[in-house]
């Protein structure tokens, strides 16, 4: 949730020389201490998703004996939820890029004016709507348009975190392409539609993938939109399925602990797979 | 409320007085090009951001309840919700709560994620890696992490009371979510280890741009360690500081979804917040018209907060 400053997450990458790290035990032990204290419920979550039954015992500290039930119960009684939440941050992957990127490219290399700068401040106004407020709004609007449980709906509803992140993220990386460039592209003759097309979109796709990974892991991670927007089991993103998982079996800790280790794998996925797009397209954004 | 649509779709048809002939035909149809590069954007916040705020202050004017999803009626009440939710009984509770919450919750974020920022500041081996992985809490959906802390919160077989209970003489059994008095103060917690990546990864960016030589320099004139700190790292972290701390009372009066996933908003009200009030209101008891006015009432807390606060700093966010 972290939205519009994010882009300045790793400003100075090439700010050091990159020399080799001195050694210093004493501090990579205490960097470990406090990597441990801040990953225990991390730790104990994937703890306790392998141990047998946990009905209501202290759990072992260490997962002596591995046990997948809780994995098998959690896919069988949650798997639906686990695609049903897919579905719906992809979708709202692919809205909001299709939405924010063209108006990131405008607001960069458009001569806008004054409007470049009132979007901008609607923007940083929209950091200020509470979720409830647009939930609120959202229900009654969504109830006459027959929008409460669909799958367009909720898209929709969660790319609202996605879509004014990913213009400030990208307007600030576009803006670093030189202009020379796409003025080149228009000398040749492209207009602006196939300037962005071949020209902006490509050199963008740092940028890109950046925005489009924090957009997944927003709506993959929205809680408010799924409780208030659906109101059957029909649609349940997980969630809202881990949610009401833990107000009714409280007793068996490990499918729970279990399908919360799922829910929490695209996060895993990101930080391992992507993260020389997101550090790549995070700079170029903030070198402006 | 800006309405940035007003302005920008006004610019979608041509100006009237267009010069006519090749050239200026052309010049239009470029700029109706760029408009609607922009327009979809701007269409999107309208509906998700700029209606519902003006739909909510709308209902906070009307009886918008079950009723009104049958036949379509929400009469118009003046000022009936407002006074009805300050005049509930837990109102002033929920007000307190979201003050401790949102001022617990920054200091704690703020302080950790500073102290954490600098440590990993300095170079060491593993560094890197260690930093990434520290944020992995903020990466996790949330009520993930407030599950899991519920099972680690539990009175009689939670892992933190279990590690207290090994403590010699120490005889303690609190029940964090259980009890009105701790409540509130474990729901802080849970948020603050769930904002510390956010401030560390802030601040560590504002480190980063903090030039070496002023170091190199001040080390000359004897200003190492704290007093480095005090006299370079601070006034030249400031901007950032600024930064974070604005948005992080900006997200924190908003949340939901840590009180909801750990307590509820229980027991008796505890860790109720003007937020999870609001959401009770409208999604609870269906009485969306008190609902819309809670929610209109934490918009205007966060707005005068932040209004004051630019304002102090405008220099500081003009960056």
New interface residues.
Partial sequence: ??A???H??????P??PSGR?????V??V???L??AV?????Y??VN?SLQPAGN????PWFPADITLRGYSTAISEQGGNLVTSLVISLGAVVFSL???T??A???AH?K?G??AT??L???L?????????????????Y?DLGLLNTVPGLI??D??AG??FS?ILMRAFMGSIPTSIVEAAYVDGA???RA?FSIVLPMSRNALITAGLFTF?FA??D??FA??LTTTADLRP??LG??T??GSF?AD?SP??A???L??LP??A??VLA?RYVAAGVTGG?VK | MADPAVGVRSRTAPPAGAPAGRRGSQKTQARVVQVAFLVPAVVYLVLFFGYPVVKNVLMGFQAYTTRTFYTGEAPWVGLANYSAVVGNAIFDRTLWNTLFFTVGSIVGQFAIGLAIAVFFHKKFALSGVLRSLILLPWLIPMIAGTAVWRWILDTDNGALNRLLSAVPGLDLHPNWLTSPELALLAVIGVNIWLGIPFNMTILYGGLQEIPEDLYEAGALDGATGWRAFRHITWPMLRPVVTVVLVLGVVYTLKVIDVILGLTNGGPANSTQTISTFSYDMSFRQFDFGQGAALGNILILISLVFAVVYLRINRKAVDE
């Fill in positions: 949730m972290s519009v400053v994010t300045r997450t790793e400003p100075g990458a700010v050091r790290a001195p050694r210093r035990p501090h990579t205490v960097g470990i406090i990597l801040m990953l225990f419920p991390l104990w979550m306790v209501a015992v202290a759990t299709v939405i924010a063209p108006a490219y405008a607001m458009f806008l004054r409007w009132i979007v401040f609607g923007i106004v929209t950091q200020m709507v509470p979720g409830i407020v647009v939930a609120n709004a959202l229900y009654s609007a109830s929709l509803a790319s609202a879509i004014p213009i207009g602006h539609v962005f892991l993959w991670g809680f408010l409780l208030t997980i969630t881990l949610y998982y833990v409280v800790w729970i602990m399908t919360a280790v829910s929490s996060a895993i990101l930080l993260q903030a």
